[in-house]
């Protein structure tokens, strides 16, 4: 089982992916009045317990590969920072991806749009439904580029 994480402060995104098949996704909502540490406190009892429940073995997450707000890219930096230490703790292996190589695995083009993301998902797992929120179509986005990637690596290794 792989683990999507589309990484932030607010809002989460993540997805279960079992072979080529979508398990379950969603978005985790954390609380604005809250201090970032509270926050991703929460996240990573989220995160835990979706780990648990679907006894994952691998995490792939969406690292930042360029930020035009310096305070926020800060605070992803840090829930990713976050993330990758609660699934080394938990004896996951974790893998990043930049929004770039997510992208070209699915599309095929480095600077495609949400939308052709979005399609290119829903046309790779055989759904009629647009997933919804994004946050969480980007989970989906990252775990299905790890598929790909690790699928890969072991056909030529």
């Not at 997805?15 to 969603?26: F, N, P, W």
């Not at 969406?62 to 890219?73: G, R």
């Not at 083009?109 to 919804?132: H, P, T, W």
Request: aromatic share 8%; charged share 25%; with cysteine.
């Amino acid at each position: 089982m792989i683990l999507g994480i589309d990484p932030g402060i607010a809002n989460t995104g993540w997805a279960v992916l079992e072979g080529d098949k979508l398990i379950e996704c969603g978005c985790i909502v954390t609380g604005v009045k809250k201090g970032s540490g509270e926050r991703f406190g929460e996240i990573i009892d989220e995160l835990s317990l979706i780990a648990k429940k679907y006894k994952i073995k691998e995490v792939a997450v969406e690292t930042l590969y360029f930020a035009k707000n310096v305070k926020s890219a800060m605070k992803v930096s840090e829930m990713i920072g976050s993330v990758k230490y609660w699934a080394l703790k938990n004896k996951m292996k974790i893998f990043e991806y930049t929004p770039l190589q997510i992208k070209s695995s699915l599309v095929g083009y480095g600077r495609a749009e949400k939308s052709q993301v979005e399609l290119m998902i829903r046309n790779i797992l055989c759904l009629e439904e647009k997933i919804s929120p994004s946050h969480a179509a980007d989970a989906v986005a990252v775990a299905l580029t790890h598929l790909s990637h690790r699928d890969f690596i072991s056909k030529i290794v």
